[in-house]
């Protein structure tokens, strides 16, 4: 049986596929791109069911849901943009194991400039105070008042274009929000690549070559399939996500590691709801649905002298308001009351040190899981926060109260847990490492024992990060694909970084 | 004492298309004013493919009221109504899922009008989106907000910041 050859596939179009796609388009190498999700033009203001959702994916498991990307751009096209270096001591964390978990030839230094020409590529910029939104504004004054700093997030957005509509969960119609589709994806196919959507891998097998099989999604209904196919390549980089790439290889006949679909992390995120009373706070609110959703955040929790497990930010952040049924408003009237003050609501992200306790059941027939409606998609992840997990999360609920609840500014409860936990921060399922048990990929990303077989999303990031993971997967990507490259014999060194060449 | 899994049972082959409005009662308890605002259309929307299971749901609804408290979950006053979607969504039984989706989507009705497009609803009067005060879009139904910001710094930032504006 002969198949469609490429140099290199790639599955997924996030940041994980997307940086290594440019690279190898760039270096020379026929590369084609496989994305489950549609490729989006517009991107309309609007929260109906069918339409921002069919760019995002709710992938519950048992304890945990997953909010992740699903279309050409994946995660880049409906993230808040919040662009940040992972602190120096979360490279080297234990994890309670007595030694490094990450990788020894990865460290923030050694990452450092790949961090840099992930944010010159993008690019990054750190907006100015008057660009700070209310909500991210009197998260900053709580800080001050509480005797803690507040830093602007540096932000993946256009200043300039930015219209602060607060819709990014679905995508940016200005195109302000730098996504993928605005850099590393269109210079992968100026240098020739080709993005298939509504293209769904589903197995690898090898021979002297990968054979990748994929089905053809129908674009109304994610849940029918409208044609199947395979292509094959020496090169393959799975970057189909955190909650995806598990699946892909636990279905696939490759005698893949141990490690495949353990140690998932969902980077430690909870999120709680303050009310703010516009009277203590001595000035104007009302603001929580103005602006762009993330503005400031506090480091001063990132203390590297600080035991492990008890390290956090925490975040200012915006969530539409379908997640409100989350904010622990009780039922019945008490509820009602609770959203009559909605505008004066404030929510904040604390991203936390995690054990890693996700592990995947056995894969659903096809795709990242079994796909229940429009995009809701349920997966054999299993997740139980362990007392070091649980512990973190009670540090940082502290921590917020203190803030915000100091002389009656607010009260601050966290999101009710009847659907586990949430994160947005799907992450370490197939992770980098040093030590075979505990690390499917080598520190080159290869899957262990299968050459040529590379993963670059969040599934390889191998902690949590204790902020936003888009820049750190974006460099692990960038530092990849020079060694992805170089493993189908082209030259890397040469390659400019996207748009600058 | 009758298991979960036969209740769920019971419950599926409950007969189709009779409304005791358990399913509005619950809506309706989860925030009051959802079934006005659209929560039943919501349920129903084809996209979802759940409306053959609705009168299942309906009668699960209604037999664990009746275990709880001797009536079918309409029956309840509101106080009632509170306590048993507080158990049943913290419940730990196999049927939990099925009131955990029900609480979403009956939510998203009266928070973000999920069966309508927002910009339309918002300029309609939806009830949800007026009672959470939503902004009204522009006359293209995007939104924007030239007013956003207080424009000054309101914090000391991280004296360990680095230039890219990251924690060391």
């Not at chain 1, 799975?238 to 909650?243: D, F, I, N, P, T």
């Not at chain 1, 847990?417 to 980098?432: E, K, M, N, Q, Y």
């Not at chain 2, 309409?74 to 049927?95: F, H, K, Q, T, Y």
């Amino acid at each position: 049986m002969t198949f469609e050859k490429a140099d290199v596939v790639v599955v997924g179009s996030g940041f994980g596929g997307a940086v290594p796609a440019y690279y190898c388009a760039a270096s020379g190498a026929k590369v084609v791109v496989l994305e489950r999700g549609p490729r989006l033009t517009r991107f309309p203001h609007s929260l109906r069911l069918g339409e921002f959702t069919r760019a995002v994916d709710l992938v519950v498991g048992d304890g945990v849901a997953a909010v992740t990307g699903n279309c050409v751009g994946g995660s880049s096209v409906v993230y808040f943009g919040a662009s940040l270096r992972a602190p120096s001591f979360v490279f080297e964390r234990r994890c309670g194991t007595g030694r490094r978990v990450w990788p020894r030839a990865i460290s923030r230094a050694s990452l450092d400039p790949w961090y840099a020409r992930v944010e010159q590529a993008l690019p990054v910029e750190v907006p100015q105070w008057s660009q700070i939104a209310y909500s991210g504004g009197v998260f900053a004054a709580a800080c001050s008042r509480a005797g803690r700093t507040c830093n602007p997030v540096p932000l993946a957005v256009d200043l300039k274009r930015c219209v602060n509509c607060n819709w990014m969960l679905a995508g940016c119609d200005f195109d302000a929000k730098r996504s993928m589709l605005l850099n590393y994806l269109p210079a992968a196919e100026a240098a020739g690549a080709e993005i298939r959507p509504l293209h769904e891998v589903q197995t690898l097998t090898r021979g002297d070559r990968y054979v990748v099989s994929y089905t053809v999604i129908d674009p109304d209904d994610y849940r029918k399939v409208v044609g199947i196919g395979a292509i094959e390549a020496k090169t393959v980089v799975l970057a189909a996500g955190a909650v995806a790439t598990p699946p892909i290889l636990q279905r696939s006949a490759l005698d893949v590691p141990g490690a495949v679909g353990k140690y998932f992390s969902g980077n430690g995120d909870r999120v709680s709801i303050a009310v703010v009373d516009d009277k203590k706070l001595g000035m104007p609110y009302e603001g929580f649905a103005v602006g762009r959703p993330i503005n400031t955040m506090s480091f001063d929790r990132l203390d590297p002298v600080q035991p492990e497990y008890e390290r956090f930010s925490l975040q200012q952040i915006y969530f539409p308001a379908i997640t409100n049924v989350l904010a622990d408003t009780g039922f019945g009237d008490s509820a009602r009351d609770a959203r009559a003050k909605w505008a004066s609501w404030l929510s904040v992200l604390a991203m936390t040190e995690d054990d890693n306790e996700g592990v995947f059941g056995p894969p659903a027939p096809s795709g990242s899981g079994l796909r229940l409606a429009l995009s809701v998609v349920r997966s054999s992840l299993r997740y139980r926060p362990s007392s070091r997990t649980l512990r973190g999360w009670a540090l940082a609920d502290d921590e917020a109260k203190a803030i915000l609840e100091r002389g009656g500014l607010s009260t601050v409860k966290p999101w009710r847990d009847f659907a586990g936990s949430v994160t947005a921060h799907p992450l370490a399922s197939c992770r980098i490492g040093d030590d075979p048990r505990t690390s499917a990929l080598d520190d080159r990303h290869e899957v262990r024992g299968h050459p040529g077989l590379f993963v670059t999303d969040g599934s390889a990031v191998p902690t949590s990060l204790c902020v936003n993971p888009s820049l750190t997967i974006a460099a692990l990507a960038e530092r990849a694909s020079r060694i992805i490259v170089e493993s189908t014999g082209r030259p890397a060194r040469d390659v400019p970084l996207p748009g600058k060449g | 004492m009758i298991s979960r899994r036969s209740l769920l049972g019971l419950a599926l082959v409950a007969p189709l298309g009779r409304s005791s409005g358990a399913l509005e009662a619950f809506a309706d308890t989860i925030v009051p004013g959802a079934t006005r605002a659209g929560a039943m259309t919501v349920l129903r929307l084809p996209s979802l493919g759940l409306a053959l299971l609705l009168p299942g749901m309906a009668a699960l609804l209604d037999t664990r009221a009746v275990l709880s408290a001797g009536r079918p979950l309409a029956a309840l006053n509101p106080a009632e109504r509170a306590a048993l979607v507080d158990e049943l969504l913290r419940s730990g039984g196999l049927d939990r899922e099925v009131y955990v989706l029900l609480a979403l989507l009956c939510a998203s009705a009266f928070d973000c009008a999920a069966h309508l497009n927002t910009a339309q609803a918002a300029r309609s009067g939806h009830p949800g989106l007026r009672h959470l005060r939503f902004p009204m879009p522009d006359a293209d139904g995007l939104w924007r907000f030239p007013e956003y910001s207080y424009g000054r710094r309101l914090a000391p930032s991280h004296p360990q910041t680095t230039a890219a504006g990251s924690p060391p």
